[in-house]
């Protein structure tokens, strides 16, 4: 994978951590998940708002760490 290297100020780098959503996920990923939720906004504004909204409230579920692992998912679907 070709890379570049991008200049940020640090307010801009610490924006983009509060968007990571667990600790290795790259800056990479984070601005892509930025645009794709910017591009929906844009398809379905009234759609994405709500969406907005469960992600943010599934972030704060996850770094209160409220989560099920895979292996508990799995379990609780009897797979």
């Given amino acids: 994978m070709d890379a570049c290297t991008i200049k940020l ?4 780098k610490s ?3 509060r968007y990571r959503e ?3 996920e790259s800056y990479d990923e984070v ?6 939720i910017v591009e929906n906004v844009k398809k379905a504004p009234e759609l994405s708002h709500e969406a907005i909204d ?11 760490g409220s989560f099920a ?6 379990k ?3 797979l």
């Fill in 9 to 12: 100020r640090p307010h801009t």
């Fill in 31 to 36: 601005v892509a998940k930025l645009i794709s």
């Fill in 76 to 78: 609780r679907l009897g």
């Fill in 54 to 64: 469960s992600i943010e409230r599934a972030r704060k579920r996850i770094k209160a």
């Fill in 69 to 74: 692992t895979e292996a508990e998912a799995k």
């Fill in 22 to 24: 667990y600790r290795n």
């Fill in 15 to 17: 924006y983009l951590d």
